[in-house]
């Protein structure tokens, strides 16, 4: 099931909420000193409408997925990009400063002592997101959500707006080719679910966490793949991809966890709220030999040493496909498998 009905969490006492606070803080000057890291490449911030919503982004050689990254969420109704290229060297910056609705910044610093990109974003979010929707998420997710092919982001942010939430909870759903890895060719800028069509519609855990009241999700391919007899290293799958920002908001964890914590009850049935997946590309075939380069790299985990084992079965050039595996048909598909819900918006 989608939602979880969580129980009623633990009393922190005044210790563990100054904690929590404390912590946020800390988060929230880590940005600001990030922000020296970063050189603007192209500001068209001045162009951004009134009552906006934004889009947050750190990327690395991801030429080949931009362009649909931009359609598909300028369709959604994307008013305005934000990405940080950390050192690409396949054309990505050129091509994103040429874009109208994109403001560009550039750094050659540690992706990982960056919080893998988060340091840099929370910066921008406090600078050009307080009060307003904005969607923080990957080159390789897209959003899908319940009406996402008759309603726009804009409709879902005001639904949520006059329930008075502030934050909106995906599952992000690894997809798949049928066959080895490396041999599945993508177009470069095309639909990446062309090629990446499966998925694994059952075999998740859901997993309420008191610390940050959230719901853990865990399973998916890389789950039962890679992570048979280490599951607790499986990646986490739940994020909270969309919130209406504050500049006292911050990411702990990727989007997976964001203090306050009242922002992380996007999965919570009592709250009747839909919710959406991710559709993560990941598994397009040049991960293959990106898995050798960041193996090297070590600029995505925070226990890297514990990853090897995984990039060398990437590097392995695998079939993820199984006799379960599903073919993706939309959204009304994946609230039917009860991987998303339209909660009270009908």
Known sequence: ??????????????????????????????????????????????????????????????????????????????????????????????????????????TEASYRESRFGVDWLTWLQIRYGHGVWSLTADADEILTYPHSDSRSLRDLTRWLDQQGAASFGAMMLDMYPKGPLGTQVAVPGANPFETLSWFDAEGYTWEYLGKFEQVSIRGGPRKRVFFQENPDYAPHLHKVPLVRWNRRYAYVSSTHTVLPRKLNAVFDARLNRPTGVLLHSKFLDGVVSKSAEEKQRRQHFTHSERYDTYYDALIANPDLWCAGSVRYEGWRQLERLGLMSRGGWQ
Not at 84 to 92: E, F, H, L, Q
């Open 1 to 106: 099931m989608v939602h979880f009905a969580a129980p009623d969490p633990p009393l922190q006492g005044l210790t563990g909420a100054y904690k929590l606070r404390w912590k946020r803080r800390q988060l929230l000057w880590r940005a600001l000193r990030a922000r020296s890291q970063l050189r603007n490449m192209a500001d068209r911030t001045a162009q951004i409408p009134n009552d906006p919503i934004l889009c947050f982004a750190t990327v690395r050689n991801e030429m080949g997925r931009l362009p649909f990254y931009l359609e598909h969420y300028r369709r959604a109704g994307v008013s305005h990009f934000f990405f940080v290229d950390n050192a690409s060297t396949d054309g990505t910056a050129a091509y994103l400063a040429t874009q109208p609705d994109v403001s560009l910044w550039h």
